[in-house]
């Protein structure tokens, strides 16, 4: 069964209350008569074995650095573009532009 926290508006006190998912909320405090709210907490569950982020990778081993990757385009190898005219009269040969090569 779940474990709630409480907090009376009265007093201020936070208590813990065992209830299952179908029972009400609890709406007075029992030693006070206040009005009082459930309080959001994080969980106790705790995932355990191989695979998990915190066991495999949240205890500060080193691992090796990524290769870096352009986001601008780049790196990426150019295809030739080569057009040859068909016309026997003219023929002309379009060349393409050198590649840009990052070099850091």
């Known amino acids: 069964m779940p474990l709630y ?52 990778y949240g205890k500060g081993k080193t691992a090796k650095e990524p290769k870096p990757t352009a986001s601008n385009g780049d790196s990426k190898p150019s295809a030739p573009a080569a057009e040859t005219s068909t016309k026997s009269d003219t023929s002309s040969t379009t060349t393409p532009a050198p590649a840009k090569s990052d070099t850091k």
């Open 5 to 56: 926290e409480y907090k009376c508006q009265s007093c201020s006190e936070v208590f813990e209350v065992i209830q299952k998912f179908s029972d009400q909320p609890v709406a007075v405090h029992e030693k006070c008569g206040g009005p009082v709210e459930r309080l959001i907490s994080t969980s106790a569950l705790q995932f355990k074995g191989s695979g998990w982020y915190v066991n495999d």
